[in-house]
């Protein structure tokens, strides 16, 4: 079982939290200061938060069968 390319990782994490519908939260502060140019306010997901998602992406690409390319 290798591990998942980084990228793939972050995509999946994103994607979950999305899936999850956090109303006025945001991945990352990038997100708050586009957002707020349009007077919307959004709280960031803390580090911890972060990891959290990042932790459960990587587990589930780890299960997933793996393609060969």
Do not use: Y
């Amino acid at each position: 079982m290798s591990e998942p390319i980084e990228s793939l990782v972050l995509a999946r994490a994103k994607l979950n939290f999305a899936r999850k519908g956090h109303g006025e939260r945001c991945w990352d502060a990038d997100f708050t200061d586009s957002e707020a140019l349009c007077g919307a306010t959004f709280l960031p997901l803390s580090e911890a938060e972060r990891q959290e998602f990042l932790d459960q992406a990587r587990h589930e690409l780890r299960r997933e069968p793996q393609v060969e390319g």
